[in-house]
């Protein structure tokens, strides 16, 4: 029984594989025999660190990242020669071009470039689009914005592929925001926004909404009545209930536009607060919190992993991909510099230590968790 068990899980992986490659899903750069995992997997790669008040470039050749058993990478830019790491099968490398006003109108010729050395690739248009910190925008300007590079990547590509820029999380506030950008879109060129969305993606950063620079402040463009926007406190960073009910609401929310059948990737997912302060405990000395945190951060990759490999639906899920809920994601960040309270640049999360080149404590627990030993990634429950 065990053999014939095992006959049929490789065959239920098989034919997954063949719809994935089927509806573009899959990138060219991962084997079929990896396929059904290692896709999945990716990193944000960062270009340049802070180290104290300067900024240091990185080469993602400096980075061993076979043992990370990942598929794709992003770097928050586009490049018609992408990087690749020393040790590692090519990676799918994801696309982005920047909407806020800083960097509109881009350069045009080298996004052509880009697009015609990298055909059938996914561009992300924008970064955190509603966000006061990152794009800025109201959800008129990046329907505009998103329109105008959408025509110019596909009048060079026809096998190009695109997605939205991915919000800060997806909260009932940040919905709003999409609703209002859709709206937008039609107003201003007379068709539905997702006809030209082949792949939706969302940023999972758990954290406050609400006026000032912290957080993820309030979506641009939006009013809303006092107490609507989610108050998180600092430990709901690393909530994995919190990233559970996130994610099946805007499953929910596509599910209810009549998407379910095109891809979900998360293109940023991680810890971003300090371990110190994800211990709300105030009678622990701050070494105490810092190993406390750091293993609740630990936690939370191992269950959020877990939980993105097998949450799927009958209701919402992707039609095309077994009713799983998300398809990709990837984790912030492979190299980034971590917190520093002097200069208050710099997050947690970082699976390298840039400095030494050497795996952080959470990089040991990503090789960990990725070298951990499956029959098939697939539940054959549904959840």
Known sequence: MKCCRGLRLRTLTLVLVATLLTSGLLSAAVSKA?????????????????????????????????????????????????EQSRDQAPLEYVQ??????????????????????????????????????????????????FHQARTAIRGWDSTARIGIGGVVEPTPLRLRWLDATLSAYQAQFGRSMTDNIDVWNIHMQILTEGPGNSGAGE???????????????????????????????????????????????????????????????????????IELGNRRIEQFMGHVFDWLLEARSASTGCTVDGNL???????????????DEATQHGFNGALYDYASGRLTRFGHRMVAYRSQTKLVFLSLIER
């Open 34 to 82: 990896d396929a059904p995992d290692v896709w999945r997997f990716g990193v944000a790669f960062t270009r340049s660190v802070w180290e104290g008040e300067r900024r240091v470039p990185q080469s993602l050749g400096d980075y061993d990242l076979a043992p990370l058993r990942i598929g794709w990478y992003s770097d928050w830019s586009y490049n018609a020669t992408p």
């Open 96 to 145: 982005l071009i920047l909407v806020r006003d800083s960097a509109w109108p881009p350069a045009w010729d080298r996004i052509q470039a880009a697009v015609q050395a990298n055909r059938g690739a996914l561009w992300l248009i924008g970064n955190e689009p509603e966000c006061p910190n990152q794009g800025n925008l109201t959800p008129q300007v990046y329907a505009e914005r």
């Open 219 to 289: 979506p641009v463009g939006i009013t809303f009545e006092p107490g609507e926007p989610r108050q998180y406190t600092l430990a709901d960073c690393a909530n994995v209930d919190l990233f559970k009910t996130l994610v099946r609401a805007f499953r929910t929310w596509l599910a209810d536009k009549g998407e379910r059948d095109k891809p979900l990737i998360i293109s940023e997912m991680g810890v971003l607060m300090p371990s110190y302060l994800l211990i709300e405990d105030g009678s622990l000395s701050e070494p105490e919190r």
């Open 325 to 339: 809920l998300v398809q990709r994601w990837l984790w912030f960040s492979l190299n980034d510099s971590f917190y």
